[in-house]
């Protein structure tokens, strides 16, 4: 890693949290993430929307941590489990080598999962990606807890956005995710996402995204009106025009089994009620989830390939 990138992580605004961390000597900052190359998986993944992994899928880059803490994080095994953090510290040489054993099948699609904290290791994996192959198309999957400021860097760079909106409801956000100004915080980001990219999604002659934002929400069991929130700031905020991909399949973690409001999988009756909220505010574009599918897009990040 360079010098000037080194000097970056000293001292880290990256995302919204602002700690002013030195990520290189400590002590670390709210995500506990240093300057290495904290990947916990590097894999092809079919299971992202139909335009996203098309028919040869899109190779991900999942980095450990995160800038959020929700205690229902589908991916929990490694945001919250610190044995992740020196699970395996490759050098950039190696996460490119990975990447491009992928990429040679013939998939054209790179994603960077949960990257908000990572954006300075992201930039240099491209960077070093292109010295021997054309760039590929670059999707940014984020919770949406990103700054403008960082965003910004990031246009000309990224292709796909592939945001989260979690929440409208700002105590929810801080009871469920410690982040209470996160509603504010996404509908910037996503706004410069927009800005960035336009509303309209463009695709190939086969179908498969290449430029856009796609908006993603999970529906939380018992917080219905959350779901309904988020959807109307969708609509009215940003634009009814926008592909949307509404997520039944939220699970209870182990974490969270006993817990009294989310232990438990959304009732069907939950999913539909967003749905018809959708349809009444002329959201169209975008792609529901069979409400049986829960178990399909459950990740095992303690395999090297988690959708095994």
């Excluded at 930039?123 to 940014?140: F, M």
């Excluded at 929440?167 to 800005?195: C, F, G, Q, T």
């Excluded at 336009?198 to 002659?205: A, C, P, S, V």
Aim: aromatic share 8%; charged share 20%; hydrophobic share 35%.
């Amino acid at each position: 890693m360079s010098y000037d990138i080194l000097n970056d992580f000293k001292d880290c605004v990256l995302c919204p949290r602002n700690c002013h961390a030195n990520r290189v000597s400590g002590p670390l900052g709210y995500c506990q993430s240093d300057y290495q190359y904290n990947i916990v998986a590097i894999s092809k993944h079919l299971g992202e929307e139909p335009v996203i992994s098309g028919e040869k899928g899109i190779c991900n880059v999942f980095f450990s941590h995160c800038n959020m803490q929700c205690i229902y994080c589908q991916n929990h095994q490694i945001s919250h489990n610190k044995n992740y953090i020196t699970k395996d510290n490759l050098s950039l040489q190696d996460v490119v080598s990975r990447i491009n054993t992928i990429l040679d099948e013939g998939i054209n699609m790179l994603g960077f999962v949960s990257p908000s904290h990572c954006v300075y290791q992201m930039k240099a994996i491209i960077s070093a990606l292109q010295e021997k192959r054309d760039k590929p198309i670059i999707v940014y999957n984020t919770n949406s807890y990103d700054t403008v400021e960082t965003l910004k860097t990031l246009e000309g760079i990224v292709d796909i956005y592939l945001p989260d909106f979690k929440y409208a409801n700002a105590h929810l956000a801080h009871e469920l995710s410690d982040a209470p100004n996160y509603p504010v915080i996404a509908l910037k980001a996503i706004k410069e996402m927009v800005r960035q990219k336009g509303i309209k999604l463009r695709l190939d002659e086969t179908g498969q995204a290449i430029s856009g934002v796609i908006i993603r929400h999970l529906v939380l069991p018992a917080y219905l009106n959350n779901s309904l929130e988020v959807i109307r700031l969708i609509a009215e905020e940003i634009s009814p025009d926008i592909h949307i991909s509404l997520m039944s399949q939220y699970f209870p973690t182990k974490t969270i089994e006993s817990h009294p409001i989310i232990g438990r999988s959304i009732y069907k009756d939950e999913y539909e009620t967003v749905i018809n909220k959708m349809e009444e505010l002329g959201l169209f574009n975008g792609w529901l989830q069979d409400y049986e599918s829960q178990r399909n897009y459950r990740p095992n990040l303690d395999n090297n390939d988690p959708f095994c």
